[in-house]
């Protein structure tokens, strides 16, 4: 069945990025922050709870990270009695949603594609007056969102076929998969379309019904994605959203008996709270929780004497400083070989000289952290690093002015490079979730390994080498979820990438791969004798 429902879709490909270079494209960004601005600003969004949208009776403010000053919305504070009527809601939904037709469940991903396709821009521009990407950053996100429903679509009806078994003669056997109940997505700031919707769809494409909690700093990136589904003819009930504060929204959610499984994307000291609070059995309970966890990286890129010294550099200041270094695969460490340590280091120094700080509604390569609290943390970092290793670039704050020349108080960090940097080093190990990188020195490629694999995380890990025998012992010997070769170790598409991590960077989930399904659903053998 899956073979032919498959054959009417067309290839895959992936969702192409704007060129924003091109005055017309750049253009109609630029008019879709107008009508955002027009559409979307001063307004109070809701809840969505048993299929209606449902008021809060308190709310707070969402701000603009470029300009503080500028509150863009605001979102109910979902109460506890709003939160258990989501829970009930969710529960009841599954016994419907959990034997809708697969082909239904795919039919809805793509028209949701189609849709989303028709709005990058506005999606785009959201995502920036939410969490200060900048347009590049913002579309390849929205892109990444349109494979998502593509792959899903697909891995829908896949999964929905079943697994083949070694015959008996005398029995019918059948292998299925079945979905598990109620999903709570628990999603952060720096990605907030592509992270909840990768881990709603896996939810909703296996038949269970989801509680979506995004992050409290970008909650609209989450609900336009909702809004979406709906359009697109996702049953209303099959998803709660609540916006809200953790004393509600975190540890209650996570304890309660009704919820079957939690994705999680964040910090690791969160994630393992989770973990943690999860395997305990709640009164009531009848199942062992399910959790996947993305935590974080303390991401690598390893560069041979023989590797190509110029496609290095491009891609280490592109993985290291790309969305001020707020991805958990960000390039945070360089290990170089000693002969090519001090030319590396001098040429990504200077092409991260270049990259200017500022509005990312103007597109500027970089533009600030989350919030003046994230920033002060890394600069108290950078403080710290002063003391231990050789401060090559950046360390000052940036001075960032609106139209009218006032200085803005945002989270702006400039750029910021050390060298020398120790392998005990907190700068080396210690993830900094800023545009702070490490320069480290090894004695050769081998050495280089040790020291990449010397770290708690193991989500991402770049290596640069010509040589076929030392690409073929990075693969074998890099401890990491996703390595890239002679390539940047960020930008995962999904569908190709699949994305997740070792160690603390997590459960090893790999959203966006053939095997993501596996983790929402439950295994079901039938037997029937002749």
């Known amino acids: 069945m899956t073979a032919h429902l498959l054959a009417g879709f067309l290839p895959f490909e992936h969702e192409p990025y704007h060129n924003f270079a091109q005055p017309d494209i750049a253009q109609k960004q630029r008019d879709a922050f107008a009508r955002v601005r027009q559409q979307y600003v001063g307004r109070t969004f809701p809840l969505y709870i048993g299929g209606q949208r449902v008021e809060g009776s308190d709310s707070y403010e969402v701000r603009n990270p470029a300009d503080p000053r500028e509150v863009v919305w605001r979102f109910p504070k979902a109460t506890a009695e709003q939160r258990d009527d989501a829970l009930t809601a969710a529960q009841q939904a599954f016994e419907t949603w959990r034997f809708s ?112 909690k995004p992050a409290s700093e970008t909650p609209l990136s989450s609900l336009l994605m909702l809004e979406l589904l709906f359009e697109a003819g996702l049953p209303r009930d099959t998803v709660q959203f609540l916006t809200g504060t953790d004393d509600v929204l975190g540890d209650p959610l996570v304890d309660s008996p009704q919820v079957r499984m939690i994705a999680f994307t964040g910090s690791k000291e969160i994630g393992c709270r989770i973990v943690e609070r999860a395997a305990k059995v709640q009164p009531g309970q009848r199942w062992i929780k399910r959790v996947i966890a993305e935590m974080g990286g303390k991401d690598p890129t390893v560069v ?155 989500l991402t890990a770049a290596f640069y080498s010509r040589d076929p025998h030392k ?24 569908g190709t990438h699949a994305f997740g991590g070792y160690g603390m960077s997590g459960t090893n989930a790999k959203v966006g791969g053939p095997d993501y399904l596996f983790w929402f659903l439950q295994t079901k053998t039938v037997a029937q004798k002749y």
């Open 471 to 494: 690409i073929n012992e990075a693969r074998r010997r890099m401890h990491v979820g996703n390595l890239y070769i002679n390539r940047k170790c960020t930008g995962a598409l999904s």
């Open 101 to 212: 037709d697969p082909f239904q469940r795919a039919s809805i991903f793509k028209r949701a594609a189609e849709l989303l396709q028709a709005r990058r821009m506005e999606f785009n521009a959201v995502m920036t007056l939410e969490n200060g990407k900048n347009w590049a950053e913002a579309d390849g996100e929205v892109a990444e969102s349109v494979d998502h429903f593509e792959v899903f679509a697909r891995e829908t009806l896949r999964w929905a076929e079943g697994k083949p078994v070694y015959p008996m003669p005398d029995e019918h056997v059948t292998t299925i998969y079945e979905p598990l109940g109620v999903v709570v997505c628990i999603s952060p700031w720096n990605f907030p379309s592509a992270i909840p919707l990768g881990m709603a769809l896996g939810a909703l494409a296996a038949g269970n019904t989801v509680i979506w």
């Open 304 to 458: 041979c004497a023989d590797g190509d010294l110029e496609a290095a550099a491009v891609g280490i200041v592109q993985a290291a400083f790309g969305y001020a270094g707020q991805k958990c695969s960000a390039c945070s460490r360089v290990i170089a070989e000693d002969s090519v340590y001090d030319a590396l280091l001098d040429r990504v120094t200077e092409l991260a000289r270049g990259l200017k700080v500022g509005l990312p509604e103007s597109n500027a390569p970089i533009g600030p952290v989350i919030h003046a609290g994230s920033a002060e943390r890394i600069h108290r970092a950078i403080e710290a690093g002063r003391h231990t290793a050789r401060l090559v670039l950046g360390g000052e704050r940036p001075e960032v002015t609106d139209a009218q020349g006032t200085p803005l108080e945002g989270g702006y960090v400039s750029p910021t490079i050390f060298a020398d940097v120790d392998a005990r080093d907190p700068l080396f190990q210690e993830e900094i979730f800023g545009p702070v990188l490490a320069f480290t020195r090894a004695r050769d490629w081998q050495h280089a390994i040790e020291l990449a694999n010397d770290s708690e995380y193991g």
